[in-house]
């Protein structure tokens, strides 16, 4: 997939598809699916991004759509074959796999589509259970296509499936044929968990390469947090400039338990730590990356970790930053995690801490950031191979299996936290041949399978995952209490795509305010569909669209099934954007009926020609489509509106005027929803009208039930007595509705499957 020689592309589309590249790369596949819808909309339909799209849409578990945008890669050019691996792909999570064998042999098997063949056949071939043929099969297409990054992630894919697949002894004779089954047998020497490493036993060795201000940060917190354990800081100077030179000597003269070794031409991370480690004479010794920042008690934690059990032959801590070891929280700013102060390594450290568990649970790898290690089991191993690797990269991962191999096992320490901000003494460029050199180097030596199922057993540490929830509940920002809600003040902005023509409004005309939210304006096809019934019905339709962007591009269709479009910032929710359009559109309060709906509802499943017809028949000053008795009775609002009279009076005008924007859906509700009945009371007609409302639906029994909402937990009996809409709640809390109400209505299970999953999509 490559677009940088599409200069026939629009400017702004190829702005769009750069960040969606960029953003599905890096695994932000809601960011590329928003860029990417923005492309797929201007200018003519293009294969690639179809392409794109179809697979941004897998990963995030939109199946339907991936296989609509598969489907229209192949009419645009029926010779895209990767359009056929999605559909694939689409069969096999739909467990279709007769259809998947089908299409499977429709996909060439030589030349450049050789290597997507033989993976979409052990996808099909983990699909029928094949587990250990599969996923040995998979690691070797890794290792002979590197950078083919789907077959990495088809293996994590079938390692992990495998993993939780339930045939657990099966699972187990699997790893432990790969030499990975930890022995979890009882330490052979007892120890005591607060135990204390003895005054002087632990050497730190650094490695450095300028980065001079990151050194200084790191030897600072080891300074502040000293521990008696350690016997000398030793820093190994890789032909760093100048700068960094004069530093050091400065540094080490003022310090006489540091010690200065020096490269005269750069040797690269492995020769250098092993130059430090032969300056080295303490019984335990830690590898530190001079970008770190320390925490209170760092040190002995680490040692700990070690001494819980005879076998642990190096220790690592959890961090920010350090792959499989990585605890974060999305509530705290990323500048904060990259530009750490110590305060805050001190209060992660002591959340870590507090909430650890000290079950320093054994791992495959480690990340060599900051390791501790036992000089006899290093030595017994025969060290890190700076022969191999001797700029780093796969060289600790190596020496990991080479213990493993002893019966001597990495261990993580579940309670001690270091801070790593990877400011890099080395271009990125330069590190991915790195590890792409050392993956290759650690494949021949140990196996691709054996080396690719230790990543996915560390990447299944429940530890770190527990840890990890905790953190970010711990650092998440609380919401604000509801009865102290303020609120939004700011204005939101707004589009008009098609403005309202004149003379649409009359006093013989019904109008709907209709509100979708539709972040990057997309809106699934029962959408379309219901707006479409509403003008049949002899609605005039204002469709307001609730985006993030106001100046994105949306699809033409949208203007076709709307008298007028606007487009308006996602501010609030659906009473704060009809009472926007009431203040935009003032002439409306001169209609013969006024209706209020938004997209919350899939349908309709019924003609809505005949619930217009009662609605203007019984002529009621309010209506709405359902009642609701959850926290007190009242119309939901989803569907509702005034007539006649009441349009003209002051109270209801006066009500709308002062509706405001809020951010929590529970005070809307009980601000706007519910004291819809008794407004009634205040205006000129104070008839009401519930189309199908408990009473019709349940008789005398209605009084009888608990409260509950039937448009949510009754559907099924409003439809079948002609409610024509069903809540697309209902649909994505469960998989089985959607069945349901295909069974009861006829419709197209694919259609509703793509309304929920582009609900889901929008809510992201």
Known sequence: MDFNDSTDLPHHKKIHVSQAMSAFFEGRMIDA??????????????????????????RLGAIDHAELYADAILRLDPTFKAALAVQIEVSIRQNDLTRARALLAQYPADGEH????AMLQQRVAFAEGNYEVSVVETALLVETNPKMIIARELFSQ?????MQSGDTSRYHEFVNALGLQVDLSSPDEPWLPWSEPESGSIDIVIPVHNAVRDLADCLASIRRWHDPALRKIILVDDASDRVTKSWLDRYVAKHADVVLVRNTVNLGFTRSVTAGIAESEAPFF???????????GWMTGLWRGLAADGRHAMAGPLSNKAYYQTISSRALPQEGLEKETSRMTEKRAGYVRANGLATYPKLPFLSGFCLMLRRDHYEAAGGLDATTYPRGYW???????????LGLYPCLVDDVYVHHSQSGSIESEHRDKLVSDGFLQICARHGAVRVLAAEEICRAQPEVQRQTDGFAQFFRTPPPRPEVAEPLRDAPSRRWEVPLPPRTVTPASDICLFVAHAPYGQLPEFTAQYLRELRQSGL??????????????????????????VLR??????????????RRLPEVWTAKRLIFANDSVVGPFHPLSGMVERLRSTDAGFFALTDCTIHKYHAQSYFFGWSGRNLASAALRSFWASVENFPDKDLIIQKYEIPLFALCDALPDPSHQILFGMHDIFGRSADMLPPFSPAHHAWLALLKNGNPFVKTAVLRDSAAAIDSLADATGADRAMLRRHVEQSNLNRM
């Open 114 to 117: 050789a290597p997507m063949q």
């Open 158 to 162: 079938h390692f992990g499936r495998f």
């Open 286 to 296: 830690i590898l530190l990356n001079s970008d770190t920042i320390v925490s209170p």
């Open 33 to 58: 699916y928003r860029d990417l819808i923005q492309a797929h909309r201007i200018g003519s339909q293009d294969a690639q991004i179809l392409y794109l799209l179809s697979e941004t849409c897998i």
């Open 569 to 582: 910032q996602n501010l609030g929710f659906d009473f704060g954007a009809w009472a926007d359009l009431l």
């Open 540 to 565: 005039k339709v204002v469709l307001c669209l609730a985006v993030d962007n106001v100046d994105i591009a949306i699809c033409d269709g949208w203007a076709r099934v709307a008298d007028a479009v």
């Open 395 to 405: 060289e600790v991962q190596d020496l990991a299996l080479r213990l493993i191999d």
